[in-house]
């Protein structure tokens, strides 16, 4: 709960700048919706739209800056990590709602007071947001892909800036053409930052990793047998489960160490006939074989 406690006012701000980055735009046709709303009284389904996405976009972003502090609080440091992945379907829905919204001419006719008061907040949250604050975070494309498609390529991230910019200006002074604007927004922030995140991911799984070659020699080498009865050491989670999935066994046992770790092969769950070690970790023992490869080794133990 100190975590929860401690680490709330900071992730809240971490998401509000990273979504307002994004989404500010379409986050002010949500709110324009919204106010229609109350005004008319009326649902209809451009404001049902507008009125759901906030909803689910603010709760889910709370949940997720309870949850961030709950993990860290927990001993799993999550100070500068931004969780956006538990949400990040919502950077589709919440601009095709703002557009919507828009596209109505919701934005046609607000009030000067609720046009101003509305680029005053998204301007105050994207000034700082597209000035640096992103270089303080720990930003993993496994995390939030939609900021790490942003913060990668110089252009894109001008690109969604200036178009913000340039979108909130026309709301502030010709607001039937807000809806234009924003969409000169969206191939940089959808477009460009989709391009982006998908060449990151072919960058790193174009080569096979040491976890992965680990994996498929255990898998052509060795029988089920010695499959079910494998166990791994490596740095993360992530490349302990890939050598599992080439060596296509559920739920293979693994324990994570820090590089430069030594493992005592006694410790080793009953039965084992194999570990292997991934990474900058070894094993000591009295093994029948060891085989090493590039960048894991494979201990066999005796008996």
Not at 146 to 167: I, P, Y
Not at 183 to 204: C, E, H, K, N, R
Request: zero cysteines; proline letters at 3%.
């Amino acid at each position: 709960m100190n975590g929860v406690v401690g680490l709330f006012g900071i992730q809240l701000n971490t998401h509000l700048l990273t979504v307002f980055a994004l989404m500010g735009v379409a986050i002010v046709g949500l709110i324009l919706g919204i106010v229609h709303l109350i005004r008319t009284k009326e649902l209809t389904a451009t404001t049902a739209l507008t009125l759901f996405a906030f909803i689910w976009l603010f709760s889910l972003m709370i949940e997720i800056v309870i949850f961030t502090g709950w993990i860290t609080g927990g001993g799993d440091d999550h100070t500068t990590r931004v969780l956006l992945r538990y949400y990040d379907f919502l950077f589709v829905i919440v601009p095709l709602a703002g557009l919507a919204a828009l596209v109505k001419g919701l934005a046609d006719n607000a009030n000067v007071f609720l046009r101003w008061a509305l680029v005053i907040l998204v301007g105050a949250l994207i000034t700082p947001a597209f000035s640096g604050f992103f270089g303080t975070l720990t930003i993993q494309i496994a995390d939030a892909p939609n900021l790490a498609g942003l913060v990668v390529n110089q252009d894109v991230l001008n690109g969604v800036a200036l178009t913000s910019a340039l979108a909130l200006f026309v709301f502030a002074v010709a607001p039937k053409y807000l809806k234009w604007a924003f969409a000169i927004i969206l191939p940089f922030s959808m477009v460009g930052t989709g391009w982006q995140i998908q060449d990151q991911y072919q960058g790193f799984r174009a080569e096979l990793s040491a976890a992965d070659k680990a994996g498929q020699y255990a898998a052509a080498n060795w029988s089920d047998a010695e499959l079910e009865n494998t166990f791994v050491l490596a740095t993360s989670r992530f490349e302990a489960t890939n050598v599992a999935i080439w060596a296509d066994v559920v739920n293979m046992p693994y324990e994570l160490y820090g590089p430069g770790s030594q493992y005592d092969s006694t410790l080793a769950p009953e039965g084992t006939q194999w570990i292997i070690s991934v990474g900058d970790i070894g094993a000591v023992g009295d093994f029948a074989e060891v085989i090493e490869g590039e960048g894991y080794k494979l201990y066999k133990l005796k008996g």
